[in-house]
């Protein structure tokens, strides 16, 4: 039975508090009366458009009121910029010109809402909060295409991922039932042994789909318990079906004993195993994993490294994306959906930790996770 969880629409007004507004302009006074009408709100200055761009790529902008004219970079080119990193941020424009010029090139721009100078202080006010609800309201769309858009390639994944096992299933028993096969031929028990393993390779998606089906739906609450990384490292290398089906590969250890760590072991485990699973499912039928777990300066370190294909310099911004995987060959049978390192990141970072990947193609990747680990300090 499927449980309805009920969720209380928030108005986006009600979560103004603390935002962070930029006011650009080329005049301190100016900059100083805005501020001092914007209590309430972080307010952070610069000067002209590339002291802006400086201040917003340090992140946490939440509107940004602007100047038209400026040394540097004016207003206009400000706003075009920052519309190309960021399409959903609200810029509000200030002029003393009426001309329509500077509008129409505003407009263009994408510019939000328009202020004219000299400035009226409760109209400023008024229009910050109506930035506010409007940025809340574009990222509420631009969420929804994204999910949308995520849907779509899933779906599409999924299909292409199922249409290949199930062809070769099909026809092997078209052929087989038109009497093609001999039981007694060599080829009816290699086919046979290939549509096994195709039946099983199936049987595994279905069971991926359900996990991730799990993990999606637990939402992100962690519940903490004393853990052992050493002990889960060790059981997850005895479980895995990666492990076991490259028996070529030398698995090495040092792993330096630790404390018990109070983390959400189901999460932590399901992050950990997606690092190892990958660098025995991506090394060649020989080689070497090698898995280490230090402890530096009350930062714990698990380190995962094999010597296998690697990965592309270009790929690898793109490796913690949902649905993308790496596929040196260009042929598009990866096995998997190209969730798991996603969901491990968020995991990870659930428990104040990180995960950073160094890899070069053709000679193997090294993987990091770091935890805070001070002892008796519940993360």
């Known amino acids: ?129 109506k930035a506010l609800v409007k940025k809340a309201l574009k990222e509420e769309i631009a969420n929804l295409k994204n999910l949308d858009r995520l849907k779509s390639n899933f779906l599409s994944l999924v299909s292409h991922k199922f249409r290949t096992p199930i062809t070769s299933i099909s026809l092997f028993l078209q052929n087989l039932a038109s009497g093609v096969y001999d039981p007694e031929d060599s080829a009816y028990q290699k086919n046979l042994r290939m549509i096994y393993d195709e039946s099983c390779y199936l049987g595994g998606l279905v069971t991926d789909l359900l996990t991730f ?28 079906k990666e492990v076991a089906g490259k028996p070529g590969v030398e698995t090495a250890f040092d792993l330096e004993p630790l404390p018990s760590l109070f983390l959400d072991r189901e999460k932590v485990s399901f992050a950990i195993k997606q690092v190892i699973d990958n660098a025995y499912k991506f090394s060649r039928s020989t080689g ?52 798991g390192l996603f969901y491990a990141r968020e995991f990870i970072r659930l428990h104040n930790g990180n995960i950073a990947v160094e890899s070069e193609l053709g000679k193997g990747t090294r993987v990091t996770i770091t935890f805070p680990a001070a002892e008796g300090c519940p993360i």
């Open 1 to 129: 039975m499927l449980e309805v969880v009920q969720t209380q629409t928030i108005d986006p007004r009600q979560k103004q508090e603390g935002k962070c507004i930029l006011i650009v302009d080329d005049e301190a006074i100016i900059r100083d009366l805005c501020r001092k009408a914007l209590k309430g709100y972080r307010v952070l200055e610069a000067g002209d458009g590339e002291e802006a761009l400086q201040v917003f790529e340090q992140g946490g902008i939440d509107v940004i009121l602007t100047d038209v004219m400026m040394p540097n970079l004016d207003g206009i080119e400000l706003l075009k910029r920052l519309k190309e990193i960021e399409p959903t941020l609200v810029v509000i424009v200030m002029t003393g010109y009426a001309d329509k010029d500077v509008i129409l090139n505003a407009l263009k721009a994408d510019a939000d809402d328009f202020i004219t100078k000299p400035l009226n202080l409760l109209q400023l006010k008024t229009a910050i909060d």
């Open 288 to 339: 070497r994993v090698a898995i280490f777990i230090k402890n530096q300066d009350n930062i714990c370190k698990i380190i995962v490294e094999d010597n296998g294909v690697g990965i592309a310099k270009e790929d690898l911004p793109k490796i913690f994306e949902k649905f993308y995987q790496v596929d040196s060959d260009h042929a598009g049978q990866i096995r998997g959906f190209g969730l």
């Open 213 to 240: 089906s799990q993990v999606m739906d637990k939402g992100e609450g962690l519940k903490l318990e004393p853990c052992n990384l050493n002990s889960i490292i060790l059981e997850l290398l005895h479980a895995s």
